[in-house]
């Protein structure tokens, strides 16, 4: 799971690198490129956090949290746990058992958690959060209880590991390739302001012949 999770993490933060490599010629020559593609990308690198944008006591909050947590320590029990009757496929026990797990906690309670690690789990798992507070995870995976559970408990171990992730610093070459983003804008924008420019200083002319 922890390889998965890794795995996971590295795709994310790679994907946007590969999409300004591929586009940095287009900008460079001038040209407009696909919206959606590299500007999602030069926004991301361009106003990616820092660790230094944390503050020092809960960057150490979350190592000392990191060097201890596992997916063991996670007290479920403390959490409320409901069992409710699962829709689709199921032989005979669909509709008929209470399979359906709904695992929910007070996030502001979980002082187990840091308290950055609780503001990224807000942030990242927005929709999981209710008008309460309360964090929940549902899960129907299988007909049996104690595995949806244990679904639940992968769930929100992933989310606690992806919300602890603290930014990192981008590589020399990743630098490289945002600024020559922001010099290709910057470009870019003055030539649309000067032909803006020259159009409406044609039309003043072409009002003052007519009299």
Request: one cysteine or more; aromatic letters at 6%; proline letters at 3%.
């Given at each position: 799971?922890?390889?998965?999770?890794?795995?996971?993490?590295?795709?994310?933060?790679?994907?946007?690198?590969?999409?300004?490599?591929?586009?940095?010629?287009?900008?460079?020559?001038?040209?407009?490129?696909?919206?959606?593609?590299?500007?999602r990308a030069f926004r991301l690198y361009s106003t990616y956090p820092t660790i230094d944008d944390i503050p020092p006591e809960d960057v150490a909050a979350v190592q000392r949290f990191l060097e201890k947590f596992s997916r063991d320590k996670i007290?479920?029990?403390?959490?409320?746990?409901?069992?409710?009757?699962?829709?689709?496929?199921?032989?005979?026990?669909?509709?008929?058992?209470?399979?359906?797990?709904?695992?929910?906690?007070?996030?502001?309670?979980?002082?187990?958690?840091?308290?950055?690690?609780?503001?990224?789990?807000?942030?990242?798992?927005?929709?999981?959060?209710?008008?309460?507070?309360?964090?929940?995870?549902?899960?129907?995976?299988?007909?049996?209880?104690?595995?949806?559970?244990?679904?639940?408990?992968?769930?929100?171990?992933?989310?606690?590991?992806?919300?602890?992730?603290?930014?990192?610093?981008?590589?020399?070459?990743?630098?490289?390739?945002?600024?020559?983003?922001?010099?290709?804008?910057?470009?870019?924008?003055?030539?649309?302001?000067?032909?803006?420019?020259?159009?409406?200083?044609?039309?003043?002319?072409?009002?003052?012949?007519?009299?």
């Open positions: 799971m922890h390889r998965v999770l890794t795995a996971t993490l590295t795709a994310k933060l790679a994907a946007p690198k590969a999409t300004i490599a591929s586009n940095v010629s287009t900008l460079a020559a001038g040209q407009q490129p696909q919206l959606g593609t590299v500007w007290p479920y029990k403390t959490f409320d746990v409901t069992f409710h009757r699962s829709g689709g496929a199921g032989g005979q026990n669909v509709n008929k058992v209470n399979t359906k797990v709904y695992m929910r906690f007070d996030l502001d309670q979980q002082t187990w958690l840091p308290s950055y690690v609780r503001q990224r789990m807000r942030e990242l798992d927005a929709k999981r959060v209710n008008s309460r507070g309360e964090y929940l995870i549902t899960s129907e995976k299988t007909r049996l209880q104690r595995h949806n559970i244990e679904d639940c408990l992968d769930r929100l171990w992933e989310s606690i590991s992806a919300a602890a992730e603290l930014p990192r610093e981008p590589d020399e070459e990743t630098v490289k390739r945002v600024e020559g983003l922001k010099k290709a804008e910057k470009a870019r924008n003055k030539d649309k302001k000067m032909r803006h420019s020259m159009r409406k200083s044609g039309r003043k002319k072409g009002s003052s012949d007519d009299f």
